[in-house]
């Protein structure tokens, strides 16, 4: 069972940059990667997925501002988070997947106000 760990959260304007990040407990290399947020009183909603073989997809309100990439060696995964919008203010969280299980970390909080 694989343990994850993010990072990389905080306040930022509007059209700034943050980088997230999610540390695996171990190797990652046999799982398929992504990124939920969840704001208050939202549903938890999907924003991106990289694929054990490296595809990434994105929800179409982050396309061409984020970008999520994965490391099997150091066991990480990052979210490149570019011009970013008070619609994207939300807990960001980090899941593994492999067959039908579900891993995910604890989130981390991104604010995004002026």
């Known amino acids: 069972q694989v343990q994850l760990a993010e990072s990389g959260g905080g306040l930022v304007q509007p059209g700034g940059s943050l980088t997230l990040s999610c540390a695996a407990s171990?190797?990652?290399?046999?799982?398929?990667m992504g990124w939920y947020r969840q704001a208050p009183g939202n549903q938890r909603e999907w924003v991106a997925s990289?694929?054990?073989?490296?595809?990434?997809r994105y929800v179409a309100s982050v396309e061409g501002r984020f970008t999520i990439s994965r490391d099997n060696d150091k066991n990480t995964m990052t979210l490149q988070m570019n011009n970013l919008k008070p619609e994207d203010t939300a807990r960001y969280y980090c899941v593994a997947a492999i067959t039908t299980a579900r891993y995910w970390g604890q989130g981390t909080q991104v604010t995004v106000s002026s």
């Open positions: 990289i694929l054990m073989g490296g595809s990434a």
């Open positions: 171990t190797s990652i290399s046999s799982y398929d």
